[in-house]
């Protein structure tokens, strides 16, 4: 079991308060003034030279939002966000607009690295990495580096920020944004149409398997200053990608707001493939700091025989609320969502998916995975539903809980619409605990509390660390064992 | 090898060791005999180091070091190992990766180096034949959906591959047929050995058919209250425990 000595090694090697991206970049930043209003949401349109539509679609977008509501059915709790205190827009002054990594400022380049993402090709390819991995890095509000896309461009594959999109492929852009999370989809979702900043854009052309992975790393840096990033994804007719996020902040005391909209849309025979590996600050152990997780990630499998999978590993953030979803309209079409939520300390976690099934013979699985520590409280909200024309539709839910220590909480709330009498879903869930005496059977057996813990739990979220791409499986392994640090005794 | 003195133990503030005395020597087969609720699971799981009991008095040495204040992982890698009455499931770890991962980190704590990928295989392989293991049991989830006499063949196994100097058996008779019974005691009988003892806990003298002992012991009310020879067995097993239940009261 090479992968667990590695962890036991990593966890080791670190404090159980310490959150190993916690460090802060020191760069001159250009920043707009705290606050919310139509000027602000002209300023960022403005500073990302966006065609009109794009400002009137913010603008709409906000005065929508001054008349909605912040959600209240989540089982978390905390106090009320002053949206009139947080910066909506904060880049990294030096180069602002880098044409090649070489204009990047190179105490960003050096937060990357430290991060363990190398930016500059060339390093990426003496790495040991054995396959490609094209990276667009945001920090803060902006896209500063997004790499192999010469390569990627020969394959018919657009991947750049979606700042750049929105300047070199508007009609894109157009046609595809909000189509899936409509502008007036929830509180976040609408804010983050108002004011969001940077993000990733993906477009496969038709009959195109992009030749390798994607992926964006998100990393908030600067203090008050809440991130919005919106992502677009487009496969064409029987193409196909794999794109994987990451997330880190430094650690602060006080909370930071992360609200972003993801949307993917598959054509016909098209495949897509959306992980996370959600690393945000968690905040400490008696739950000061951390960012608040509230995001909209939502696919829709428009054409038929079309697939969507979201994996998620989500071991940060104070307040995690996602839903990552799947509408299936085509028919034939597949939704496919595997998670595992851990949290430990005071973290809180409400999350889950939608499978909306419309189209004939539909079907979806859900595999879930939440662990929970220290005092943290972890719940699964799913909806599985059929629409009447869903005719075969088919789901398969399964949901498992394991609790570590007795002060955690773990829920399970469910969600079953079916107006097809056709319609197959089922549901398992199980809740379990380490438990004193598997502990004592393992340490019985020469491995030591961490070695015991490490191994329970890789047995746990084992059927979910398979469907992410081998490069990140092992990351995240060792990170879900990291999070837990602490946890046991 | 094993030598226990005056072990007083309670849990939850319940007394159940009350000075208990036991010398197990080298190559030794000890068998330990008692009703149920004597405390026999109990003084298996404090030789091994379970949590939660307290210890209010004695000490076990072995090979003349207490062992009372060592971890549990730190026991194992000393050689003490023990055979549970109940084996615990570890769900989506392959039994294969378990074995590994223990052989590996006892050797790692014993400062040998690591076995290869081959000659473990070939360790387990063998190990699981001899034991009537199929290969494909291997692969799945440790103790997860096994039987009760696949769950005792696989305690065996363990106690095989991990060579330890002082092997505990808890009940391992019960809940086997008769063949099973043939098969684990086999395994046990292989293991015997001038530099390895057995503590053999049973509440039946069936087992020690099988497995004969050199010396028997009977446990009462957490004391060891008679010890001899391997007749002793036979003897409770025509006389029952009601004598030692009144003697020790
Ligand atoms: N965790 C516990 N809490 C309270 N009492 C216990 C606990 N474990 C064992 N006992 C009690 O200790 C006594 C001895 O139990 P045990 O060692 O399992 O006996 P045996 O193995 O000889 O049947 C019994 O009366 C049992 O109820
Ligand atoms: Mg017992």
């Not at chain 1, 959150?19 to 003034?33: L, N, R």
């Not at chain 1, 608040?292 to 104070?318: H, L, M, P």
């Not at chain 2, 069936?206 to 497995?211: A, K, S």
Request: charged letters at 25%.
């Amino acid at each position: 079991m090479p992968a667990v000595k590695e962890t036991v090694d990593q966890v080791k090697a670190i404090d159980v308060d310490q959150y190993k991206y916690g460090f802060e970049t020191e760069v001159e930043v250009d920043k707009a003034p705290k606050g919310l209003n139509e000027d602000i949401v002209r300023l960022i349109s403005a500073k990302k030279n966006e065609p009109a539509w794009m400002l009137e679609w913010r603008l709409d977008a906000f005065r929508r939002w001054l008349t909605m509501r912040e959600p209240t059915w989540a089982r978390v709790d905390y106090p009320e966000i002053d949206f009139q205190d947080i910066h909506y827009y904060a880049a990294p002054k030096k180069n602002a607009a880098p044409k090649t990594i070489d204009d990047v400022d190179p105490a960003i380049l050096d937060t990357y690295k430290k991060l363990g993402i190398p930016l500059r090709e060339q390093e990426i390819l003496a790495g040991v990495q054995q396959s490609k991995v094209a990276v667009d890095a945001v920090f803060d509000s902006v896209s500063v580096a997004t790499t192999f896309k010469e390569e990627l461009k020969k394959a018919g594959v657009i991947f750049c920020s979606i700042s750049e999109a929105m300047r070199e492929h508007p009609e894109l852009v157009q046609k595809y944004i909000g189509t899936v999370v409509p502008v007036t989809d929830n509180y976040y979702a609408t804010l983050n149409s108002a004011v969001f900043t940077d993000g990733s854009f993906v477009y496969v052309p038709k009959g195109v398997r992009c030749p390798m992975e994607l992926s964006t790393y998100f990393r908030i840096n600067e203090k008050n200053t809440g991130q919005f990033e919106r992502t677009l994804i487009i496969v064409e007719e029987g193409g196909y990608v794999s794109y994987l996020e990451g997330c880190t902040a430094p650690q602060r005391d006080e909370n930071q707001l992360h609200a972003a909209v993801v949307e993917l849309i598959a054509l016909d025979d098209a495949e897509i493939k959306d992980s996370t590996v959600q690393n945000w600050y968690p905040g400490d152990k008696d739950g000061k700091g951390g960012i608040y997780n509230f995001v909209t990630k939502r696919g829709d499998c428009r054409g038929k025989n079309s697939k969507i999978s979201w994996t998620q590993v989500e071991t940060g953030s104070a307040i995690t609320w996602k839903y990552p979803s799947c509408i299936l309209r085509g028919e034939g079409s597949r939704g496919e969502f595997y998670s595992i939520a851990v949290s430990n300390g005071r973290q809180q976690v409400d999350s889950g998916t939608k499978m909306i099934h419309l189209g004939k013979n539909t079907t979806s699985r859900i595999i879930s995975k939440g662990i929970s520590a220290g005092h943290s409280q972890n719940t699964y909200r799913g909806l599985v539903s059929a629409h009447r024309r869903a005719t075969g539709a088919r789901n398969f839910t399964n949901c498992d809980s394991l609790l570590i220590g007795n002060k955690c909480g773990a829920h399970t709330v469910p969600y079953i619409e079916s107006k097809n009498g056709s319609a197959i879903f089922e549901h398992e869930a199980t809740t379990s605990k380490i438990s004193e005496e598997q502990l004592f059977y393992c340490m019985q057996r020469g491995l030591s509390e961490e070695e015991a813990t490490a191994l329970i739990v890789n047995g746990f979220v084992k059927d979910v660390l398979q469907q992410l791409p081998m490069e990140f499986a092992v990351e995240a392994q060792k990170l879900i064992s990291i999070s837990l640090e602490g946890s046991v005794g | 090898m094993l030598e226990i003195r005056n072990l007083h133990v309670s849990i939850e503030d319940k007394k159940i060791l009350n000075g208990l005395n036991l010398t197990v020597h080298d190559g030794e087969v000890a068998a330990i005999m008692g009703p149920n609720g004597s405390g026999k699971s109990t003084l298996s799981y404090v030789i091994a180091g379970k949590e939660d009991y307290e210890i209010l008095d004695g000490e076990i040495l072995l090979d003349g070091e207490n062992v009372l204040e060592m971890e549990p992982d730190a026991r194992a890698a000393a050689g003490i190992f023990l055979a549970f009455q109940y084996p615990l499931e570890i769900p989506g770890v392959a039994t294969m990766t378990f074995l590994k991962a223990a052989m590996q980190a006892q050797r790692k704590a014993r400062g040998e180096v690591e076995l290869s990928t081959a000659e473990f295989m070939k360790r387990v392989r063998d190990g699981a034949n001899q034991l009537g293991i199929p290969q494909d049991m291997l692969k799945r989830g440790l103790n997860v959906g096994f039987s009760g006499g696949e769950k005792k063949r696989m305690e065996i196994l363990q106690m095989a591959l991990l060579e330890p100097k002082f092997c505990i058996l808890d009940e391992t008779d019960s809940g086997l047929d008769i063949d099973a019974l043939k098969v684990v005691s086999e395994g046990v009988n292989r293991l015997r050995g001038k530099d390895r003892s057995f503590l053999v806990i049973t509440h039946y003298q069936r087992l020690l058919n099988y497995i004969v002992p050199d010396t028997v012991h009977v446990m009462a009310h957490g004391q060891v209250v008679k010890s001899g020879g391997k007749e002793l067995a036979l003897e409770l097993e025509a006389n029952g425990y009601a004598d030692y239940k009144t003697l020790a009261a």
